[in-house]
């Protein structure tokens, strides 16, 4: 009798561990799954064996609940996003910046205890960086917690205890065409907001931009937090093409990943690592921006014959070549810093761009392989390899596999959306394109391909 119970109860149990809940995202995507983890900031549910999280920023509903999310995402005017976070908004400051004199960006504080985020070339090398509050307070950067020249962000450390700090989002669940809030800091030191719209994703050999139509006005305006509609941080504002009023913004999942990475140096210490390569690399990055890409070369072997391993020189060294359609001698680069940083992923897809541009499908495999296996839920992996089965291999269900697989991780990869929506189309599966062209749209994905355009009017 008792062996009958408790079976009994085994199967009660594995009946309530199968059960899905049809989570609603606000996006107006359902994923049908059983929940594996429910915490306060996320849900994680089983999707194909796999553990995926969905933040409650994204989340609508849970089954018929919505009573966790309906007060707290809400969506705000940019007057109210302004005057819950001006305060957090800060003008930063860098004497002796490259060693020629004075830069000024903009920063927000994101923890209580002092933590600033900025673009690192608001900083260049400079060990003197002054942060002022919106109160006439100034206050020094005491430490560099970490920074990443190649990604263009910097966080500093200023004494701090009690903070007001803004609150960050989701930049991956970005809709086309949502409301961005930029507050940022004019030339008489007064706080003023800028507004607009988002537009799509950038990938530029391996660093990620959201693109976005933000009228930029005057210069300055670098590292300044762009909010979404719910008065979150989603990304640093970069740079800013007066004439298209195209901006450029860092998105803030990109930075998310180095929070727990504590470098802890001193401004002394930050300027050392930021030697004269560094100085030179940045500057031939400007050229290269340009267009003068000569001028460019000159400064990046200047940089590489005082530093050989300077990744950031070899980087953008490749994008030159690139550029200038010197594919090997790109390839050549980005090699080398995988030499030196052979657990960093993205630089395979890096050189994995390049190999498939070249039709090099043989090293393209083995990079992008190389990619999963250093990171297994790296989703652009996936979207390469469906792309790669798709046209080159031949093989349609493989590249369904892949592109599934990618979107699980990243709901918002165009490439794989864009595959999934041409096959389906050939399988004359309408519900399905329409449900991939929906989450395309939602995700600001640009529908340029004439075959993904002709598979959507197919089913029209």
Known sequence: MRKVLFLLALLLVFSQLAYSEIITLKNGKTIDAPILERAEEYIKVNIGGVGVKYYMDEIDSVGKDKSLFKNNYSKKTPSEIYNENASAVVMVGAKGFFDTGFSIGVGSVISQDGLV???????????????????????????????????????????????????????????KGEALTVITIDSNDKHKIMTGKYLYQLVDLGSRYLMAEIPTGEEGNSGSPVFNECGKVIGIYTRGDPESNLASIIPINDIKEYLNVDKNLTMHEFKNLSDQAVVLSTKGKVFMLRGEYQKALDYFYQALSINPECSLASLVLAQVYIKM????????????????????????????????????????????????????????????????????????????????????????????????????????????????????????????????????????
């Not at 917690?145 to 960050?168: M, N, W």
């Not at 792309?387 to 709901?411: N, Q, W």
């Not at 929906?438 to 600001?444: A, I, L, N, V």
């Open 325 to 460: 359609h010197e594919f090997y001698k790109a390839a050549n680069e980005i090699n080398k810093i995988i030499q030196r940083f052979p657990d960093e992923v993205h630089h395979y897809m890096t050189i994995a761009e390049i190999y498939r541009k070249n039709f090099m499908w043989d090293d393209f495999l083995i990079a992008v392989n190389k990619a999963i296996e250093v990171d297994p839920r790296y989703s652009d992996a996936y979207a390469e390899l469906s792309l790669y089965y798709y046209i080159v291999g031949k093989s349609i269900d493989r590249a369904i596999v892949e592109a599934k697989k990618c979107i699980s991780f990243k709901p918002s990869n165009c490439t794989a959306l864009t595959i999934l929506i041409e096959i389906y189309g050939q399988k004359n599966d309408c519900v399905l394109v329409k449900k991939y062209r929906k989450q395309m749209e939602d995700y600001g994905c640009e529908i340029t391909k004439e075959e993904t355009i002709q598979a959507i009017q197919s089913c029209r």
């Open 117 to 175: 985020v900025t673009n690192y070339h608001v900083l260049g090398d400079s060990n003197d960086v002054s942060i002022a509050f919106d109160n006439g307070s100034i206050s020094k950067a005491i430490s560099v917690a970490t920074f990443d020249p190649i990604r263009d962000f910097c966080i500093l450390k200023v004494k701090g205890s009690d903070l007001q700090g803004v609150e960050l989002g989701d930049s991956d669940n970005l809709k």
